[in-house]
């Protein structure tokens, strides 16, 4: 079957059977895809599933993304953030046309696949959402953002300790276009940065979780582990966020809710200075996610995923404290007893 062939195949049958009950006859199609590199998703309720399912399923994509390919998905995801979980039969559809079985549970899912992505988009299910998969010892990639609490990020962390189950999260601003350069010396050592991204705020998450993710996860890209303090300072339309690491490097972050916004950052460095402001969408990220599926070993460091959520927390308190300064080990503490009950 030529690439036309296979293109108009999957058209026809996912336009003859859109419910669940015919969607194993598209999910046959890809009975061809190699043991051990079927993917299944959790959380049809975020255009980054449909995204994911494109790029992966894409019949040129075989080299590129090492063969894997999206096979089956649930589709439940948020019970609360209403806009999104009201998507989720769009999305359904979407990824219905390229081939994936809609199934009935998580359970009936993990039958079917060799790695999972959790793309539902709200961070309280995930713990919920991603126990199971640990349990069947399946490697995890847990999208943005990885819990809606530092402790529930704990849990999600000793889960995979327990059952030795490779986990990986990253928001895709994470391998925004020069960052690796910067990693390489390109600027020499890193002295310090600014960092910037939309923070739209959502109810159900503490207000950087939700979105200034992005822009945070590109402040430790640059600067690395070893955050101690940070002092927040809010408004309606803005965020900024300083933190101070044990070297005494200063990182800050600027949340942007009003005005143009974009993605990027100011890098400080001791032989220069360097401005990342391309993005250039998820592939980059999915090429990592692929490749960690393959070797088992994430690219980021369960710690740094961790530290990460410790920054967003302790700025969440400072807001609440009045912008004053908190120091990162005592969110991690409270969030440590928070996870062992």
Same mark, same amino acid.
């Given at each position: 079957?030529?690439?036309?062939?296979?293109?108009?195949?999957?058209?026809?049958?996912?336009?003859?059977?859109?419910?669940?009950?015919?969607?194993?006859?598209?999910?046959? /199609?890809?009975?061809?895809?190699?043991?051990?590199?079927?993917?299944?998703?959790?959380?049809?309720?975020?255009?980054?599933?449909?995204?994911?399912?494109?790029?992966?399923?894409?019949?040129?994509?075989?080299?590129?993304?090492?063969?894997?390919?999206?096979?089956?998905?649930?589709?439940?995801?948020?019970?609360?953030?209403?806009?999104?979980?009201?998507?989720?039969?769009?999305?359904?559809?979407? !990824?219905?046309?390229?081939?994936?079985?809609?199934?009935?549970?998580?359970? !009936?899912?993990?039958?079917?696949?060799?790695?999972?992505?959790?793309?539902?988009?709200?961070?309280?299910?995930?713990? +919920?959402?991603?126990?199971?998969?640990?349990?069947?010892?399946?490697?995890?990639?847990?999208?943005?953002? /990885?819990?809606?609490?530092?402790?529930?990020? @704990?849990?999600?962390?000793?889960?995979?300790?327990?059952?030795?189950?490779?986990?990986?999260?990253?928001?895709?601003?994470? @391998?925004?276009?020069?960052?690796?350069?910067?990693?390489?010396?390109?600027?020499?050592? !890193?002295?310090?940065? +600014?960092?910037?991204?939309?923070?739209?705020? +959502?109810?159900?998450?503490?207000?950087? /979780?939700?979105? =200034?993710?992005?822009?945070?996860?590109?402040?430790? %890209?640059?600067?690395?582990?070893?955050?101690?303090?940070?002092?927040?300072?809010?408004?309606?339309?803005?965020?900024?966020?300083?933190?101070?690491?044990?070297?005494?490097?200063?990182? %800050? @972050?600027?949340?942007?809710?009003?005005?143009?916004?974009?993605?990027?950052?100011? !890098?400080?460095?001791?032989?220069?200075?360097?401005?990342?402001?391309? @993005?250039?969408?998820?592939?980059?990220?999915?090429?990592?996610? %692929?490749?960690?599926?393959?070797?088992?070993?994430?690219?980021?460091?369960?710690?740094?995923?961790?530290?990460?959520?410790?920054?967003?927390?302790?700025?969440?308190?400072?807001?609440?404290? =009045?912008?004053?300064?908190?120091?990162?080990?005592?969110?991690?503490?409270?969030?440590?007893?928070?996870?062992?009950?």
């Amino acid at each position: 079957m030529n690439n036309r062939d296979r293109r108009d195949f999957i058209k026809k049958t996912a336009i003859a059977g859109l419910g669940v009950g015919l969607a194993g006859n598209v999910s046959a /199609f890809y009975k061809q895809t190699k043991k051990g590199k079927r993917v299944g998703i959790i959380g049809l309720d975020t255009g980054h599933s449909v995204a994911f399912t494109k790029s992966l399923n894409d019949p040129q994509a075989d080299d590129k993304y090492n063969g894997y390919k999206v096979v089956a998905a649930y589709p439940k995801g948020t019970d609360n953030i209403t806009d999104w979980k009201n998507r989720i039969p769009e999305f359904t559809k979407e !990824v219905q046309k390229h081939g994936v079985e809609i199934v009935s549970s998580i359970k !009936v899912m993990l039958e079917k696949v060799d790695v999972v992505l959790l793309t539902c988009i709200d961070g309280n299910k995930h713990f +919920e959402q991603a126990l199971p998969v640990l349990k069947a010892g399946k490697p995890l990639f847990i999208d943005k953002p /990885f819990a809606a609490s530092l402790s529930d990020a @704990y849990k999600i962390m000793e889960a995979a300790e327990q059952y030795n189950v490779p986990i990986f999260s990253s928001s895709s601003l994470r @391998y925004i276009e020069g960052a690796k350069e910067i990693a390489d010396g390109e600027i020499g050592d !890193v002295v310090g940065a +600014e960092a910037f991204s939309p923070a739209k705020i +959502e109810e159900h998450h503490p207000d950087l /979780f939700w979105y =200034g993710i992005h822009g945070i996860e590109i402040l430790f %890209t640059i600067m690395g582990t070893g955050c101690k303090s940070v002092k927040r300072t809010f408004t309606d339309d803005t965020d900024v966020v300083v933190g101070v690491w044990k070297d005494d490097r200063i990182g %800050t @972050y600027r949340g942007i809710r009003k005005g143009k916004d974009g993605y990027g950052a100011t !890098v400080f460095g001791e032989k220069g200075i360097k401005v990342l402001d391309n @993005y250039k969408g998820y592939n980059p990220l999915l090429i990592k996610i %692929t490749e960690f599926f393959d070797t088992g070993v994430s690219p980021v460091s369960i710690d740094e995923t961790l530290e990460i959520f410790a920054f967003m927390q302790a700025a969440e308190e400072s807001k609440l404290k =009045g912008g004053i300064s908190i120091d990162i080990d005592s969110v991690v503490q409270k969030a440590k007893t928070n996870s062992n009950k």
